[in-house]
């Protein structure tokens, strides 16, 4: 397999400062196409993501998981594998290439790097990196990627207003144990500067403990807001 192999699926709202950074990235580390999905922005967010070169920029129903599949379901057919990046994220540029490394690759995840220097930021990044390799569970800022015929058997994401990359997750892991890459995806550290980084760490604890024992997507996005 060869990066060009590889489409990048962007979901975006209201993110016109991010989101040409973002293509850029995936357009740096070689992948065959970049397609935004837009979920209903009020600023530029769709003429900078066209502007930015993105292969393919549409419209779609707000929401993550409706976004991510409106994405997918336009990646052409020859492609191999898709990556789903949140708009303020960043690839590195060999974080395609490292995919295209793995033997029998499945699905997986990368490493982050969040922006700041901040040490709490880099125990962040072992936490997360080390839910990947032991719970195989990992999340949406870690740039999901999965092979595209594995993705479309699977049924894709679940069209909930929260913790679809979760749902994901635990479907996938069913099926095969994710491949944790080095990476790195450099992650905006902007949540954490907004709430405060142990609010905002904690507030994600109890999302994930109340998704875990039934709580439902509809009341667990009223808590988030």
């Given amino acids: 397999m060869i990066t060009s192999e590889i489409s990048v699926v962007i979901p975006a709202i209201n993110e016109e400062l991010q989101i040409g950074l973002a293509i850029q990235s995936a ?17 530029n967010t769709v003429s900078e993501a ?6 393919k920029v549409v419209h779609s129903l707000p929401g993550r998981g409706v976004q991510l599949n409106s994405g997918a379901a336009l990646v052409t057919t020859s492609q191999k594998v898709i990556l789903f990046l949140h708009a ?66 699977r049924g894709g994401f679940e069209e909930i207003p929260l913790m679809e990359d979760v749902s994901f997750s635990i479907k996938m892991r069913r099926m095969s144990k994710p491949r944790l890459l080095a990476g790195p995806i450099e992650v905006n550290c902007r949540r954490w500067q907004k709430k405060g980084v142990l609010p905002q760490t904690l507030q994600n604890w109890i999302l994930q403990f109340a998704y875990s024992i039934g709580v439902r997507p509809e009341v667990l996005r009223q808590w988030y807001r």
């Fill in 88 to 153: 303020d994220n960043r690839l590195h540029k060999d974080c395609l290439n490292q995919i295209c490394e793995q033997q029998n690759v499945i699905w997986g995840a990368f490493r982050q790097n969040i922006n700041s220097r901040r040490f709490i930021y880099r125990i962040i990044e072992y936490g997360n990196a080390l839910r990947v390799s032991v719970r195989k569970l990992p999340f949406g800022d870690q740039a999901i990627f999965v092979r595209k015929d594995v993705y479309e058997k």
């Fill in 27 to 43: 357009q740096n580390a070689g992948a065959g196409e970049v397609i935004v999905v837009d979920g209903g922005s009020q600023d």
């Fill in 50 to 55: 066209i502007t930015a070169g993105a292969t």
